[in-house]
C-alpha cells in the first residue's frame, strides 16, 4: 500500500501497479490525506461532481457531434537506449487512443450484451503536434536525455517523479493549455517495476474543486512508464499500451469505475454499475458486486489490456463537458 503522497499540488492522480498486491492508484491515498488537513473535503467535492454531472449533460447536449481533438506531445525522457523509444512505437500508442476514444478497436466485439447499449465512441481524437509553441515544424515527439538512472522511488513520491518535467531533469511541459503533454521515462525504483503511470486533472475542473490550488499548470498531463507504452513493445506488461487509455481518462477528469470506495461510494456517473473495488489480471464474468454485475472491461478498472475495451455513454458525456463553453478544457476547442 501507499503510505503517503508527499506532494500537495495534486488533487488527482492514477497509480499503476503491476501485481495485486501493490496499490494501484494514490488518489483514495491522497484525498485522505487532504481530508485529514481539511475536514469535510472529500464531501464537498462529492457534492460538487454531483452538481457538475448535470451541468455535463446541458453542456454535452449542443455538441454532441462536434469531434474534439487534442494535440498531443510525448517527452521521451532517457538515460538508456532502452529508454529512448522509438517513433513507431510512439505512433502505435497513437494508434491505440484514438481506437479506444472512438470504440474502432477491434475487441470491441468482446462487449457483454448487457453493456452494449451504454458503450459509445467519446468523440475525441488525439495528434501529434506538428507545431511547437514557437510556431516551428515538430514530429511531436521531444527527446532529452538525462542524468536519472530512474524516476521512481520507494515508497513512492510523486514529488521526485514529477522531476521528469522539470528542465534540469528531464523535459518542460509546453502549453497545457494548448497540448497533452505525455511524459515517457523509467518509473522503476531499484530496478522493480511498480509505478506505472498518473494523471492530473485539468486546472480548475468542475468535477475536482480546488484543483486549480493543487495542480500547477507546468504539471498537467500524463507520466507512463517506457515499459508500457505502444504495441509490441520490447519490454511490455500485461498492464501494457491501454495503461495510456485509462491515464488519459483520469485526466480528462474521470474515477475509476469503483468510485475509489466500497458499494456506497459512486463514481458519479449513472450508467457505470457500483462496484466494490478493482478488478485484477482477467476476472470471470460475471463478477457481481454490490448486487449488480461489474463493468470490468471498462478502461477505469485495472484489469489486462486484453480484457478492457470499453468508456460508458455516461463517461463520454463527464469528458467531453470540458472542452464545452466554460469547460475547463475550452482552450483545447479550436
Not at 239 to 258: D, P
Request: aromatic share 10%; glycine share 8%.
Amino acid at each position: 500500500m501507499l503510505k503517503q503522497l508527499l506532494s500537495i499540488l495534486i488533487l488527482f492522480l492514477s497509480i499503476s501497479a503491476f501485481s495485486q498486491e501493490v496499490e494501484q492508484c494514490g488518489q483514495t491515498a491522497y484525498m485522505e490525506y487532504l481530508e485529514s488537513i481539511n475536514p469535510g473535503l472529500k464531501q464537498n467535492m462529492d457534492a460538487t461532481f454531483i452538481q457538475a454531472l448535470a451541468q455535463s449533460k446541458i453542456k454535452t447536449k449542443t455538441s454532441q457531434d462536434t469531434i474534439h481533438t487534442i494535440q498531443v506531445v510525448f517527452h521521451i525522457v532517457y538515460n538508456t537506449a532502452q529508454h529512448n523509444l522509438s517513433d513507431d512505437l510512439i505512433t502505435s500508442q497513437m494508434r491505440v487512443l484514438n481506437e479506444c476514444y472512438t470504440r474502432t478497436n477491434p475487441d470491441t466485439i468482446n462487449t457483454r450484451d448487457i453493456f452494449k447499449p451504454v458503450a459509445g465512441d467519446a468523440g475525441i481524437r488525439f495528434v501529434l503536434a506538428t507545431q511547437d509553441p514557437n510556431g516551428n515544424p515538430t514530429s511531436g515527439i521531444v527527446r532529452v536525455q538525462t542524468a536519472l538512472t530512474a524516476f521512481g522511488s520507494s515508497p513512492t513520491s510523486l514529488a521526485l517523479t514529477d522531476r521528469v518535467k522539470q528542465a534540469t531533469y528531464g523535459s518542460e511541459a509546453w502549453d497545457t493549455d494548448k497540448y497533452l503533454n505525455i511524459w515517457v521515462c523509467d518509473l522503476s525504483s531499484r530496478g522493480r517495476d511498480g509505478l506505472l503511470g498518473y494523471a492530473y486533472p485539468p486546472t480548475g475542473v468542475d468535477n475536482w474543486p480546488g484543483s486549480s490550488s493543487f495542480a500547477t499548470a507546468d504539471r498537467q498531463g500524463v507520466v507512463l512508464h517506457y515499459k508500457i507504452v505502444g504495441e509490441n513493445n520490447p519490454s511490455s506488461l500485461a498492464t501494457g499500451e491501454k495503461t495510456a487509455v485509462h491515464e488519459v481518462g483520469h485526466y480528462l477528469g474521470l474515477r475509476h469505475i469503483w468510485g475509489d470506495g466500497r458499494c456506497k461510494q459512486d463514481d458519479f456517473v449513472a450508467d457505470t454499475p457500483s462496484s466494490d473495488g478493482p478488478n485484477y489480471k482477467c476476472p470471470s464474468y460475471p463478477t457481481v458486486n454490490c448486487q449488480s454485475n461489474d463493468m470490468t472491461m471498462n478502461y477505469m478498472d485495472y484489469v489486462y489490456d486484453d480484457c478492457m475495451y470499453m468508456f460508458s455513454l455516461g463517461q463520454n458525456d463527464r469528458m467531453r463537458a470540458i472542452f464545452a463553453t466554460g469547460g475547463a478544457r475550452e482552450s483545447f476547442v479550436q
